[in-house]
């Protein structure tokens, strides 16, 4: 009995040690290829998970390690306690499970359509399409001597903005936005700050 005992607690530090190691590598290797699987259409201009998707699995991932080692550390003595200690990991792992759909089912994609979002505490998909758009902006900052495109801000109808990072993808995703807005009469204008 001891030695499973000891046997389960060298698995949880082996496991405590996977996951706090792997919560800083996992989601920028696993997250992008499992959305690719899941949401990617066969026509798009941009597909991309939003960063802070990246970082709450991470967090995700370092709070469950810290569970299973409070876990390890803390032995209750009595059945009622160690019921509890059973409660609190199972319901950490559910959220972790459930944080981790979250982080899958957040991403973004342009397409001839428009602009596709899923919000983090969101299942479902929202739409803004290429004509709900009046105004597109492209602010340029100055970094060191050097003027650097820096964010696309979108205009809508309704009078609210969307502010996209200007990343890698969707720097080069631009000249297809270019090619939507135009079909509306919007030009993207640059703006210095």
């Not at 200690?85 to 979250?102: E, H, M, P």
């Amino acid at each position: 009995m001891a030695t499973a005992k000891v046997n389960r607690k060298h698995n949880q530090i082996a496991v405590i040690i996977v996951l706090f190691i792997s919560s800083f590598i996992a989601p920028f290797i696993l997250l992008f290829p499992i959305q690719e699987l899941l949401y990617r259409p066969n026509d798009y201009y941009l597909f991309e998970t939003i960063f802070k998707a990246y970082i709450i699995l991470m967090i995700a991932l370092i709070v469950m390690a810290s569970v299973l080692l409070v876990n390890i550390i803390i032995a209750p003595k009595t059945k009622k306690g160690r019921n509890i200690q059973r409660a609190i990991v199972g319901t950490s792992w559910l959220l972790v499970l459930l944080f981790l759909f979250l982080c899958i089912n957040h991403y973004q994609i342009m397409d001839e359509k428009g602009l596709h979002t899923n919000a983090f505490f969101s299942v479902q998909e929202d739409l803004t399409s290429w004509e709900e758009i009046i105004k597109a902006e492209q602010t340029n900052v100055q970094k060191d001597g050097v003027t650097k495109p820096d964010k696309l801000i979108f205009t809508l109808k309704d009078g609210s903005t969307i502010e996209q990072s200007l990343t890698a993808k969707l720097a080069k995703a631009k000249p297809f936005i270019n090619l939507e807005l135009s079909k509306n009469g919007v030009t993207i204008e640059n703006v210095y700050q």
